[in-house]
Each structure stands twice: as C-alpha cells, then as structure tokens.
C-alpha cells in the first residue's frame, strides 16, 4: 500500500506546549493543504501532525467533502459549529451538530461532508496521513479521489 504523507510545512504548530495552550478560535491562521479538497482550510492547535498525535481545527465550505479515506492512527472528529455527514463504509453514517461526534479506528475507511458551512476539531492519537480509497477499498491518488469530487 502507497502511503500518502500529509505535509503540515504550511501551518504553524503550536507554542512550546510544556507552557500549555491557550487560542481562540479566530486567532487560528487556517489555509488549505495540499491533499485536502481545497474547501477545507486547517491549523495546527497542538502537537506535531507528521510525527505524533495532534489537534488540528478545520473549517469546509458547505457541500465540501473528503472522499473516502482513511488514516493509520484512530481519528476523534468533533463539530463546533454547522452540520457535517459522517459515513463509514460498510457500516453506518449519521449527520452530527455542535458536539456531534464521530470515533475512527486506524485503517477505518470513511467520508465526511460538510452539510452547511461547518467547523470540527480533529484529534490524531499517531503521525496523521490519509489514504484515498474508490468504491471498492482500493487505494487511489489524491489526484484520483479529489477530481472526481470536482
């Protein structure tokens, strides 16, 4: 199976964190990523994304959507504010609000739409990568998976 890194180069991570963390929410300089459907712009709350776990906000347009996919580290997504559907595949899907909250076990294939403008929270217990996957589970590029959205 082809590994596909997530480069978070673009995003400044967090302070010194033995110091702790304290941001709102606007003061996050969220932007797009490479890999990532260009409706979706992220920041770095805490931690080192592509060595370890981390929290990274992120805000989709609505109608943004994230292919199916999935991660090697287990993925805790939570809403703060608009709609956003969650499906897993082979298994079930729900439309979760503010507080909504979905769990994804490593190698779990997924998808996740914004249903209105929506903004989550995403917790990575380990170095965050995605893997696309087609219809049948089967690895594809990011080029693939992202143009068949567009």
């Given amino acids: 199976m082809r590994f596909v890194a997530v480069l978070f180069t673009c995003f400044c991570v967090a302070q010194a964190e033995e110091m702790g963390v304290l941001r709102k929410l606007s003061e996050n300089k969220l932007a797009p990523m490479p890999g990532l459907p260009s409706c979706i712009a992220m920041a770095v709350e805490s931690g080192d994304p592509s060595k370890g776990p981390s929290v990274i906000v992120f805000k989709g347009t609505p109608g943004c959507s994230i292919p199916w996919h999935m991660h090697t580290p287990t993925e805790h997504v939570m809403i703060v504010s608009g709609s956003a559907r969650m499906e897993m595949m082979g298994g079930g899907s729900a439309t979760l609000g503010p507080g909504g909250y979905a769990m994804m076990p ?45």
């Fill in 106 to 150: 490593g190698k779990h294939v997924h998808q996740f739409t914004c249903t209105s403008a929506c903004t989550a929270f995403v917790y990575s217990d380990g170095a965050f990568d995605i893997h696309y996957v087609d219809a049948n589970g089967k690895e594809i590029t990011p080029d693939v998976a992202l143009a068949k959205k567009k």
